[in-house]
């Protein structure tokens, strides 16, 4: 295990920022990267550019992370997780990949994924092999025990989907199946899937 | 960053401890504190007396702690929070300051206050912006969605309030109106409000 | 407190393996076991054989582990707590020792029990004094109350008894009081309690 230091980086490679106390294994780590802390990243990790990992985090062999993607502090992902661009994970939230994990009985896991510009509330747990579509907003403390689609709002436990959500974060209002954003996005709703009509 | 250590504190100023492990960066930290290993604490946060604050925690700029606060082992606190005297933050709790987070939008952020000698359970999750009364009690694992009155006891998911507490965390009978904890203390019930009668 | 490095315990105790950021007070541990970095295990902990504790976990005096326990990330026992052999704790799981904790009222632990070859989901938590049964299995998110039967599975927020596992960790499925799971063990339900017939 390789100790990478600040000051390393700073003067051989100057791409990335990874905090002296962490624990860096893999060497695909994207342009702009900041990893914090106490943060543990094993080899076969694929990590984009502009991304911000916490403290306390630990990253296991054969996830993938997008870019510009946010994981706060204490989150540990499993094998299989791939996390798209511009996900959000909130602090202390819990992914899964083994659906009933017994001590000495090796299981398949099942990798989450959650789509690309969804967020993920604090402390929220989410089961193995679920999809969080595009733009969802999982609520804090939700449990997620199956797919969220696309642009969903999401919480409760177990998570149900309650209300939509603009690419931008604010939650969308519909009246006769389209919705416009403050933020000046427009959204049809056509067979209760939310749809991008106009940026 | 500076890396404090016991050692250094142990000579040139006995007033606090703080564990090797931890990176402290605030100086505003009051006599008799305790902080434990890997634990973080920015620059711009204030730490009253006899706190105690335990292992992989995070403490954001802008937090402000009372005297007498209990923070237990990994729990990140974030800019707008306050704890007052005497709160008791059970492990893995989850305070949050953002509502609708999104990678690549800022958002304003909404400090929770947890009031005077109020304790929050184990893995409970705490959303932006919430007020927990004096002397509340909020049990391991709830939800809270909204402000919490002084002395209830408030549990569940979304968190309600199901019953109220004394001041020395045992739970108040009322009969009457009227309630005295086995610890001496009076307390009467005045328009769904607990008040202390009697020390 | 001594800060155990794995090239120590390589050379003098090939026993088991300590990561070097590790802080390991107990000396009783037991062969075969692993401890993960950030993680630290007070004087008076007792830990079995082929035994894997993760990073960021925290275990206190008074804690006793058995054999061929997995304890995942970011996890800390309290004083009281007893793992019995082959129990299984999911990442970020929160168990707990304290009903009504109040900063400067000291009250007395009540230990929780996790019985022998037990699973507790990621993000659960259990609170004080609850004996969670032999092969049961608590779902990720659960917020357990009371105690687990036997060869239970558990889950929701209060967790309620919604089946039955077998000791492999596979959904047993009963036919007139009868389960035959596809490893082979066969089951009887008697009075309400999961009974191994043939093995």
């Given amino acids: 295990m390789k100790r990478s230091s600040t000051s390393k ?4 490679n100057k791409r990335f920022f990874i905090h002296p106390a962490a624990l860096i294994e893999t060497k695909r780590i994207g342009k702009g990267t900041r990893i914090w802390g106490w943060s543990h990243i094993q080899e076969d990790v ?3 550019e502009d991304c911000n990992i916490g403290e306390h985090c630990f990253i296991e ?14 989150i540990s992902l499993w094998s299989g997780t791939i996390l798209e661009d511009e996900v959000f994970l909130g602090p202390n939230s819990v992914l899964t990949n083994e659906r009933f994990p017994r001590s000495g009985f090796r299981k398949e896991w099942e990798g989450i994924r959650i789509c690309q510009g969804a967020s ?20 804090a403390g939700a449990l997620v025990t199956k797919d969220i689609p696309n642009h969903a709002l999401a919480y409760g436990s177990p998570a149900k989907v309650k209300g939509w959500m603009c ?12 919705a416009k954003c403050s933020c000046g996005r427009k959204f049809g709703l056509k067979a209760g899937k939310v749809i991008l009509t106009a940026e």
Same sequence: chains 1, 2, 3.
């Fill in 167 to 178: 690419i931008c974060g604010l939650k969308l209002v519909f009246k006769n199946k389209k």
């Fill in 9 to 12: 980086n700073k003067s051989s």
């Fill in 46 to 48: 694929v990590i984009g």
């Fill in 61 to 74: 062999n054969g996830v993938r992370i997008g870019n510009k993607v946010i994981i706060k502090n204490g």
């Fill in 120 to 139: 993920i509330g604090a402390g929220a747990v989410i089961l193995p092999g679920v999809v969080v579509g595009r733009y969802a907003t999982v609520g």
